[in-house]
């Protein structure tokens, strides 16, 4: 099994900054696309930043210059760091990973979600 540990989220003003973590473990060989989404309440699942095993990133809109998504694959660990969050940004953040098991299969994996709430 292939299991994925969220940690960083939690309550921030407007404005501040939150760093998220996401450290893969298991019968995994090798991840290759690492990435978080988010779901607000009442909205489908969105896409916030992607990294390939290569450090090619990709970026929703919305978060371009102020989120920087980064990893470390002798960790398989994947980062989100969150600068000058916005209230609407409030939401379940959950980390995604694609990649290869122990025995060579492809595998789409999510984490449980970690709860980013932006308020004063």
């Known amino acids: 099994q292939v299991q994925l540990l969220e940690s960083g989220g939690g309550l921030v003003q407007p404005g501040g900054s939150l760093r998220l973590s996401c450290a893969v473990s298991?019968?995994?060989?090798?991840?290759?696309?690492m990435g978080w989404y988010r779901q607000a309440p009442g909205k489908q699942r969105a896409m916030v930043a992607t990294?390939?095993?290569?450090?090619?990133?990709d970026y929703a809109d919305s978060v371009k210059g102020r989120f920087t998504i980064s990893r470390d694959n002798a960790k398989n660990t994947v980062y989100l760091q969150m600068n000058s969050l916005k209230p609407e940004e409030t939401a379940v953040y959950y980390c995604?990973?694609?990649?290869?098991?122990?025995?060579?299969?492809?595998?789409?994996?999510w984490g449980q979600g970690t709860q980013v709430t932006v308020s004063s």
């Open positions: 298991g019968s995994i060989f090798r991840t290759n696309v």
């Open positions: 995604n990973v694609q990649g290869l098991t122990a025995t060579m299969m492809p595998g789409n994996y």
């Open positions: 990294i390939t095993r290569g450090g090619t990133t």
